[in-house]
């Protein structure tokens, strides 16, 4: 009895601490001098698009980092494109000519979520917050929806991230209210990195394979290449720690430590790692 009484403690607690790491993975930040983005464009691979952090900027009182980008190498010429700021959990941008702060990226949100996405110029994609109206292109309203289907850890050069797997909804539906929606592509988040679609559209389907996103870098320190967005190395599942746990606390054992698999009769059982007596 008391050997099954420690298995089911030691698993219990086994689940609780992988939550926990888990939920204490420290926040990756988006905007940190020295980190450079660069993005593949189109089909010819000589053709790179750079974004790269240098310096503070002060709007509004407020201190934002400043972005620049450059075509093929940044030593033939770089300009400015535009400030950006974690706050919390999300990433905020200014594009250059405009004065608007926009939503980039939240990584508050959880499995199940929706979120509407809007644009803005300088082909500068952003997501829209609560009550906020959507812009329009070429003179319409524009808004598109994604939804939050997965959060996991991932494992990349020994380093951690935290990704983000959403669905991009069908933008002239409403389906997406019944379950019925049309469902387009996957989008990819990774938590310090961005969009596998580049750092700068946060709602753009996750392309090709080989396409758009190159590497993400701090100084000449690679810390995100293209593949790692397909082939990184899952380390903890939090939609399956959670489900783990679950089904630990929807199961019964008795008092040898043997799970029960029907509703137990009158006696005492362990449910819940405690014991307890059904009546």
């Known amino acids: 009895m008391k050997v099954g ?6 698993s219990c607690m086994s689940v609780m601490n992988l939550e926990a790491q888990n939920t204490q993975l420290e926040y990756r930040p988006f905007a940190q001098d020295g980190k450079v983005w660069e993005t593949q464009v189109g089909w010819i691979m000589e053709n790179v698009y750079g974004n790269y952090i240098d ?18 190498l ?16 999300k990433v905020y941008a200014i594009a250059k000519g405009s004065t608007k702060p926009r939503l980039l990226y939240d990584f ?9 996405c809007g644009v803005e110029g300088n082909a500068f994609g952003c997501l829209l917050e609560k ?13 598109s929806y994604l939804r939050v289907d997965k959060i996991d850890t991932i494992k990349v050069r020994d380093l951690q991230f935290r990704r983000f797997t959403l669905t991009l909804l069908d933008a002239y539906k409403e389906y997406y209210r019944t379950g019925e ?17 580049g750092p700068f559209s946060p709602w753009l389907p996750l ?46 054992f008795d008092l040898t430590g043997r799970r029960l698999n029907s509703t137990p009769e009158k006696g005492m059982y362990i ?9």
């Open 74 to 89: 940044p030593e033939w010429g770089c300009t400015y494109y535009a400030a950006i700021r974690d706050e919390g959990k």
């Open 108 to 116: 508050n949100l959880k499995k199940g979520d929706i979120l509407r």
């Open 207 to 252: 392309p090709p394979r080989k396409s758009f996103f190159t590497s993400c870098c701090i100084g000449k320190t690679c810390i995100f290449g293209d593949t790692d967005f397909y082939d990184a190395e899952v380390s903890v599942s939090v939609n399956s720690i959670l489900s783990k746990r679950k089904d630990n606390e929807n199961n019964n």
């Open 55 to 72: 310096g503070d900027t002060l709007i509004n009182g407020e201190t934002w980092k400043k972005v620049y980008n450059y075509v093929f």
């Open 5 to 10: 009484l420690l298995f089911i403690w030691m």
């Open 181 to 197: 929606a049309s469902v387009l592509d996957n989008v990819v988040w990774v938590e310090g990195v961005g969009s596998g679609a």
């Open 131 to 143: 009550d906020e109206k959507p812009d329009t292109l070429l003179g319409f309203p524009f808004e």
């Open 271 to 279: 449910k819940n790692g405690k014991k307890w007596l059904r009546k």
